[in-house]
């Protein structure tokens, strides 16, 4: 059974700063791993898809790698702003239904000015 | 850009009450989700529909809850009664496919029931 994992469950830092994000899964037969924010009382948006085939996907300034063997993904976020601050998800598809995503619980956030 | 649209955005209830959303995914999306989220943790499936058709509802509460795509397009989840522990962000996503292809999430409906 796929579980996912987000550590730290809570982040603060100071506007400028460079930072990163963990997410962990334990079955590695994923097709793709999905990054999303999510804005209080609001629902997801859809940050980075990356493919088991891809190591790194890059959009602005979000940067997600890939390392299937260790069952792990990061997402890096450079140069923070107040706007960065939300709840991180990861989402890995169902090691039984490929279509259904199972989430971590989520990373929050809080990038102070 | 294209959107998945949920109403409503929010919806108070009593509980035993009837309660019901609807969910339009985006155009030429074969596959529809709809998702549960209670605070502070990830989303979790109710129910996935590929067209008019169930694939998993293997985690609906199926004595008070339905869901049906009747055209292979929009959606409707009811819940009947309602039940105090039913009060959770209710998430409709939809994809091009059932599989490998990127999941996009509608705005949520906030329900709580009193």
């Known amino acids: 059974k796929q579980e996912v994992t987000q550590i730290p469950a809570a982040l603060s830092v100071p506007e400028g700063e460079n930072l990163v994000l963990n997410c962990s899964f334990t079955?590695?037969?994923?097709?793709?791993l999905q990054w999303f924010r999510q804005d209080p009382g609001k629902g997801l948006t859809s940050l980075l898809l990356?493919?088991?085939?891809?190591r790194e996907q890059t959009s602005g300034r979000l940067n997600a790698s890939l390392d299937k063997s260790s069952g792990r993904s990061t997402l890096y976020i450079a140069a923070s702003q107040p706007g960065d601050s939300a709840t991180y998800l990861c989402?890995?598809?169902?090691?039984?239904?490929?279509?259904?995503?199972?989430f971590g619980q989520g990373t929050t956030l809080q990038v102070k000015p | 850009e294209a959107e998945v649209a949920q109403s409503p955005r929010y919806k108070i209830t009593e509980k035993s009450q009837a309660v019901a959303f609807w969910c339009d995914p985006i155009?030429?999306?074969?596959?529809l989700y709809w998702y549960r989220q209670i605070l502070g943790q990830g989303p979790e499936l109710l129910v996935q529909?590929?067209?008019?058709?169930?694939?998993?509802d293997s985690q609906l509460p199926k004595d008070r809850f339905s869901a049906e795509r009747l055209k292979g397009v929009d959606s409707t989840l009811k819940i009947q009664p309602a039940e105090l522990g039913d009060s959770a962000m209710y998430l409709c996503?939809?994809?091009?496919?059932?599989?490998?292809?990127?999941?996009?999430f509608g705005q949520g409906t906030r329900l709580t029931v009193v």
């Open positions: 155009s030429g999306h074969a596959t």
């Open positions: 529909f590929q067209d008019e058709s169930v694939v998993d």
């Open positions: 989402a890995v598809p169902s090691s039984s239904n490929t279509g259904k995503l199972i």
């Open positions: 079955d590695s037969a994923i097709y793709n």
């Open positions: 990356i493919q088991s085939s891809q």
């Open positions: 996503a939809s994809s091009l496919m059932e599989v490998n292809t990127e999941a996009f």
